[in-house]
């Protein structure tokens, strides 16, 4: 089955600790993407990424960084310098087919204690 | 700039009422536009998308969007809810259109529907 696999589904952490969430995929999309959704703000982008080991700040990208040495992977690292970072954090992916259609993973979410 | 609205952050029906929800949209060049459905703690479903091509758009799970440019709507509609419609649902428009650059999704902040018995 191919598809969008994010792990953990959820994942709590203790204030000032780094914590690393991981996407995957294998439906052999080129670009891929982060987002972070906080409730009644929609999905805001945090990084996205065209090919491997390129990639580009979207709109609230400070105190994540992220990597993309395989195209099946673009994990997020959530730094303690994000000042609050609880929240659910949705990966996607597309395909270049002209509509750029973005696919889901399930999700994270990231409870910081 | 790019950017969508939502018309009500919650909707609520009756099962077998008419679901209707509002998306507008502001874009400087034909956009792309798309509806996903949430369930609670779960990732986004595309429902369906419009891509320059029919102005009606039929999706999955009895749902359809009419694309409409002079009114820069894109409100999506079910002629007769189900219990299992209820979710929430999100209207977005793509950055790019026939351009060069991949897409970046621009969302509406959601829509909750709620489906009585």
């Known amino acids: 089955d191919g598809g969008i696999t994010q792990s953990p589904k959820y994942l709590f952490r203790k204030e000032g600790q780094n914590v690393t969430l991981s996407c995957e995929q294998n439906?052999?999309?080129?670009?891929m993407y982060w987002y972070r959704q906080d409730p009644g703000q929609g999905l805001r982008l945090i990084y996205y990424?065209?090919?491997?080991?390129?990639?580009q700040k979207g709109d609230i990208a400070e105190g994540y960084s992220v990597s993309r040495e395989k195209k099946e992977s673009f994990p997020l690292t959530v730094t303690s310098a994000q000042k609050n970072p609880t929240a659910f954090y949705l990966c996607a992916s597309s395909i270049s087919d002209g509509t750029d259609t973005q696919y889901f993973g399930p999700g994270t979410r990231l409870t910081v204690l | 700039a790019q950017s969508v609205t939502q018309l009500g952050s919650h909707v609520s029906v009756s099962e077998g009422a008419l679901v209707l929800l509002r998306c507008n949209y502001s874009s400087s060049v034909p956009p792309y536009l798309f509806w996903y459905v949430q369930y609670p703690n779960q990732g986004l479903q595309l429902l369906l998308k419009?891509?320059?091509?029919?102005?009606l758009v039929k999706g999955i799970n009895g749902f359809e969007a009419e694309f409409k440019k002079s009114e820069t709507s894109f409100h999506l509609t079910k002629p007769s809810a189900h219990m299992s419609d209820a979710a929430e649902y999100f209207c977005a428009v793509s950055k790019k259109a026939g351009g060069t650059s991949y897409g970046k999704l621009t969302f509406g902040q959601g829509t909750i529907l709620t489906v009585h018995p």
């Open positions: 419009y891509t320059s091509a029919a102005t």
């Open positions: 439906l052999n999309h080129d670009a």
């Open positions: 990424s065209q090919i491997v080991n390129d990639f």
